[in-house]
């Protein structure tokens, strides 16, 4: 019982680290594109 119980939340604790770490790197990567995007802009303006 013990185990079983150890093992699922080693799983959803597992799970959870990953989904923040893959949502961090969008978000990040997301973030880059649009300042990047920013940039671009500000430059043709100039």
Do not use: F, K, N
Not at 3 to 21: E, G, K, P
Not at 25 to 42: D, P
């Amino acid at each position: 019982m013990v185990t079983t119980r150890w093992s699922r939340w080693i799983t959803t604790t597992t799970a959870a680290v990953w989904l923040v770490l893959i949502a961090a790197v969008v978000s990040t990567s997301h973030v880059y594109e649009v300042a990047r995007g920013v940039v671009a802009t500000r430059r043709c303006t100039y």
